[in-house]
């Protein structure tokens, strides 16, 4: 059974960008989450769609966005980057919820 | 802002050696989890408690759930080397209402 899926595995912007993140969950799981993880904060949560909708949202500002779509595959867009968005981003899918989490190896996010 | 606090945060042993980490919130969780995380790499649940009290093993591995759901700790027999990563607690509420996750406790087992 493949494993969640996060690509690119590096990416390198420059403040103002806009970047999107992709994620693809192990099949047959509904709800994807995603996370920011850096070494100040620890791992915080952003948001969590199951069935296309999202469900929760983390206190993150409106630059922050994701969508889910109909085969669960989410990804997520962070628009006008700060040098403070440099992190690992995790996304985490499960069949229901958070009960039991299955993340993927991430996305590093740089932004210079 | 729910918060899980972990302790120690950092924590450097020789092989062989037994260690506790503590994670601790003011809220209680409809279940707790705790995840090892190495490095580039996500997060790999370990285990997950529900019930207040609960003691489960994973080999040299044991986690217990506090009484009152708002605690949690992690007991390692015999550390080795394999131990070593970043450990993380995580609390739920209602299975999808939310989750935070604790601050984290960098494990380093030497040989």
């Known amino acids: 059974k493949a494993g969640v899926t996060q690509t690119p595995r590096y990416l390198i912007k420059t403040r103002g960008q806009q970047v999107t993140l992709s994620c693809s969950p192990i099949s047959g799981h509904r709800s994807v989450s995603w996370y920011q993880q850096t070494p100040g904060q620890g791992l915080q949560f952003l948001f969590e769609y199951f069935s296309e909708t999202q469900r929760n949202k983390g206190n993150f500002p409106g630059r922050f966005s994701g969508r889910q779509f109909s085969n669960s595959r989410s990804e997520m867009n962070v628009s006008t980057l700060e040098l403070g968005d440099s992190a690992l981003y995790l996304c985490?899918?499960?069949?229901?919820?958070?009960?039991?989490?299955?993340f993927g190896s991430g996305t590093q996010l740089s932004v210079l | 802002t729910q918060l899980l606090e972990q302790s120690p945060q950092f924590l450097s042993i020789q092989e062989g050696e037994n260690l506790t980490v503590y994670c601790n919130s003011s809220?209680?969780?409809?279940?707790l989890q705790w995840y090892r995380q190495e490095p580039g790499e996500g997060p790999v649940l370990l285990v997950t408690v529900v019930t207040g009290g609960e003691v489960k093993k994973l080999k040299r591995l044991t986690f217990q759930f506090g009484d009152a759901r708002k605690d949690s700790s992690l007991h390692i027999t015999a550390a080795q080397p394999g131990d070593t990563g970043l450990y993380l607690c995580?609390?739920?509420?209602?299975?999808?209402?939310?989750?935070?996750f604790g601050t984290g406790t960098k494990l380093q087992v030497i040989p």
């Open positions: 809220s209680v969780f409809s279940s």
């Open positions: 985490a899918s499960s069949r229901e919820g958070f009960e039991k989490l299955f």
């Open positions: 995580a609390g739920v509420i209602g299975g999808y209402q939310k989750v935070t």
